[in-house]
């Protein structure tokens, strides 16, 4: 039966050692939280590392043991690997730049070697616990390769990835200098997903300019197979906090809290230490806050909790000793005998203090310079059982997107931090009352249990989609059943696509004119009584008359604005107007001065802008732009825009090759009907076929096809074995039967 493994690097307990036993702690961290009862149904595993070094190989089978009666694999890492593996390439290299520290970051080779080889290690774990249809849901910045050694190994498998920590812009990411196998990493997975839109955005940006793959809508097709990048917001157990703080446990805890401060006011800030959550500014800002507005002296407390992280690295000492300094002189320049303006905590705390520090404050200060989400504020939210209470929350925060009513800033601007936090001390309790209702019908809707079903399901839905649009290999068992349908028909009718599928493309479209043997080919086929062949073409009808009109064939070109059949001149299928031409070969010409390289050929019912001279990466990028510029500019009009290998298509919306090629269909009488193409555009043809119809793709891409073919010499190639009329024992050898 099939199951799903959950990868991380860590699983959801923590392994500790006391006096030589060896016990257990879980986690309640929102991804345990969200996956909790999953990980425990039917077959299901989580598999990770179980924070502890574990040597003694005894220890070892009785943590697997153990773990096991709770659905977990442990993933034994070494003191070595956890220096360089976790707290050096994970947190050393990919935290800072993630994050937009990159002048923190470590670009140390051996520190990467170790990444690689527990990734690998990871991949091991996963392979000897998986089957063929699994689900395998891998999470975070420490396993971005596994992924792909996955699919290596696993290669039907159902992988999804999330990302928890910000994706960088193209131009952060680059520095890194395995930028490409990371991202190739990632690409193993059907679905990749992140936080928000701009992280996807960002990932889809980068995967462009430094592997040269497109997107259209999410999707990545990389020829072998698509995947689709989406974003999800992580949500919190809205009930979970919400009951907690609501219990009398809680509300105890909260009035004594309340009792041991003067100050008519709180504030609550709870931060893991780190420079990513800028600490030092909002010290700054609260200092600035408390110099501008005297009266709130004595009257307003920041209760800030700050749990100790990575106390080890250099640059977290440093950090630790920048905030106690702030909080020491703060303190020393403010505070009176009764009062001190903040009360510093560096350490953590069970979740019941945590809420009754929520129910406590009246204000929460959650600014950091980064953050893929940030829980923090959505429990804040949560805890607000009187709907009283404000959330002043950073914009660079992944959870700054969904909660717009919170007071947003910027946490690098400490003027607008101080004015928001008199706002914040000085807002009224019906408005109060508004914003944080709003704020929890929306983190109650989205909540940690919504994203784990809207991700599984959208991975779920990746798979159908991936196996709707799967083809077979045209083998050779596939060959002889197609060679006897040949045979045995009266009458056959064949649309070949001729760039992609009869000859391969080049970088300039004119280069394409048939060889001698394609023209040969044509001939033969064509003579056959029996055998009526349409030649399908996006290029201009004179290009077509001038290469291929003295043969005994019909063509379709321009995408189906133009038809000929032998022996007659073309005639379009449709009255068409071309009035729309002059607007969009303006927009076209802005593109083609924007990047060198790029062409506009002029058809007539068309234009395309061709990119395939220009710089890798490059012209992807700018295709991008301009398909998104057209497809706005199309909305309202009966233009459509077709993105296709390496160019750029507009035309008017009834024209299709699907559309030319039922008219040979409805026209012409046929038992056997063979149609090959290699793109998007060809997606009509293949669509406008009879079911009995043997349809074949170039390439490995997703398609309605029912067959694929690796090279146009291998349809070549086909098509010449079917002339020979040979049975299926001479039917072998070759490239297409080996493949």
């Not at 131009?171 to 990493?185: A, D, T």
């Not at 793109?679 to 398609?703: C, H, L």
Request: charged fraction near 25%.
């Amino acid at each position: 039966m099939a199951k799903l493994i959950i990868v991380s690097n860590r699983l959801p307990v923590k392994l500790q050692e006391k006096e030589g036993e060896l016990l257990f702690k879980a986690s309640e961290g929102g991804l345990a939280t969200g996956l909790g009862s999953i990980y425990k149904e039917g077959d299901n595993v989580w598999i990770g590392w179980p924070g502890l070094v574990v040597e003694e190989a005894e220890k070892q089978q009785k943590v697997v043991e153990d773990l096991k009666k709770e659905s977990m694999q442990p993933v034994f890492l070494t003191e070595t690997e956890i220096k360089e593996f976790y707290e050096g390439f994970s947190n050393e290299t990919l935290w800072p730049t993630f994050h937009y520290f990159s002048q923190y970051a470590v670009y140390d080779q051996k520190l990467w070697e170790t990444y690689v080889e527990v990734n690998q290690k990871f991949c091991e774990a996963v392979v000897a616990q998986a089957e063929p249809d699994d689900t395998i849901w891998v999470h975070d910045y420490q396993l971005l390769l596994l992924p792909s050694l996955l699919r290596e190994k696993l290669p039907d498998c159902t992988i999804g990835f999330f990302q928890h920590i910000p994706f960088p812009s193209y131009e952060v990411f680059r520095l890194l200098p395995w930028r490409k196998e990371l991202l190739e990493g990632m690409l193993g997975s059907d679905l990749v997903g992140f936080h928000t839109y701009d992280d996807m955005r960002h990932f889809l940006s980068s995967v462009n300019r430094i592997l040269g793959y497109g997107s259209m809508h999410g999707w990545i097709n990389l020829n072998s197979r698509s995947l689709l990048v989406d974003s999800f917001p992580m949500g919190i157990d809205y009930d979970k906090y919400s009951g907690i703080a609501d219990t009398e446990e809680v509300a105890r805890r909260a009035q004594i809290y309340r009792n041991n401060l003067v100050a008519e006011k709180v504030i609550i800030s709870i931060d893991r230490l780190d420079y990513s959550k800028g600490i030092p500014k909002r010290l700054e800002a609260l200092e600035k806050f408390l110099e501008k507005y005297p009266e709130f002296h004595g009257k307003v407390t920041l209760v800030m909790l700050v749990v100790p992280s990575r106390d080890e690295v250099e640059k977290y000492k440093e950090l630790k000793e920048e905030v106690d300094e702030m909080v020491g002189r703060i303190n020393g320049k403010y505070s009176d005998i009764n009062w001190n303006p903040i009360q510093y905590f560096y350490r953590s705390y069970p979740l019941e203090t945590l809420s009754a520090l929520y129910v406590m404050a009246d204000v929460a200060l959650v600014t950091p310079m980064r953050d893929g989400m940030n829980l923090v504020c959505k429990e804040y939210v949560a805890s607000r059982k009187d709907q009283t209470g404000v959330l002043i929350l950073s914009e660079m925060a992944g959870a700054s997107k969904e909660l717009s009513d919170a007071i947003l800033i910027n946490p690098n601007d400490i003027n607008q931090m101080v004015e928001s936090l008199y706002k914040a001390l000085t807002m009224p309790v019906e408005e109060q009352k508004v914003h944080m209702k709003s704020m929890q019908d929306t983190i109650k809707r989205y909540n940690i249990h919504h994203w784990v079903s809207m991700f599984m399901d959208r991975l779920s839905y990746v798979k159908i989609k991936q196996l709707s649009m799967a083809t077979s290999y045209l083998d050779q068992a596939t060959f002889q059943e197609l060679t006897h349908s040949y045979e045995s028909a009266s009458s056959r009718l064949f649309f070949l696509e001729y760039d992609g599928a009869l000859v391969d493309y080049t970088n300039k479209p004119l280069m394409a004119r048939p060889s001698d043997d394609l023209i040969d080919l044509l001939q033969r086929l064509s003579s056959n009584p029996k055998n009526k062949v349409v030649v399908v073409s996006s290029r201009e009808k004179d290009n077509m008359e001038d290469w291929l009109g003295h043969l005994n064939i019909d063509i379709i070109a321009e995408h189906g604005v133009w038809i000929k059949q032998k022996s007659t001149g073309w005639q379009t299928v449709l009255s068409l107007m071309d009035d729309w031409k002059n607007d969009i070969r303006l927009i076209l010409e802005l593109y083609v001065d924007r990047t060198p390289g790029s062409f506009i050929e002029e058809k007539d019912y068309s234009l395309v802008w061709h990119y395939r001279k220009v710089e890798t990466g490059l012209g992807d990028l700018r295709a991008r732009e301009l398909v998104n510029h057209l497809n706005f500019l199309a909305s309202n009009s009966n233009l459509q825009v077709l993105d296709g290998q390496m160019a750029v298509e507009v035309k008017a919306q009834e024209i299709n090759k699907g559309k030319a090629t039922s008219y040979w269909l409805s026209k012409y009488p046929h038992k056997f009907v063979l149609a090959i193409g290699d793109d998007w555009g060809d997606e009509d043809i293949f669509k406008a076929m009879p079911r009995t119809a043997y349809t074949v793709k170039i390439g490995n891409g997703q398609s309605v096809a029912k067959y694929h073919l690796d090279t146009c010499q291998e349809a070549r190639w086909m098509l010449s074995k079917l002339l020979q009329h040979s049975s299926a024992e001479q039917a072998t050898g070759g490239a297409m039967m080996t493949g």
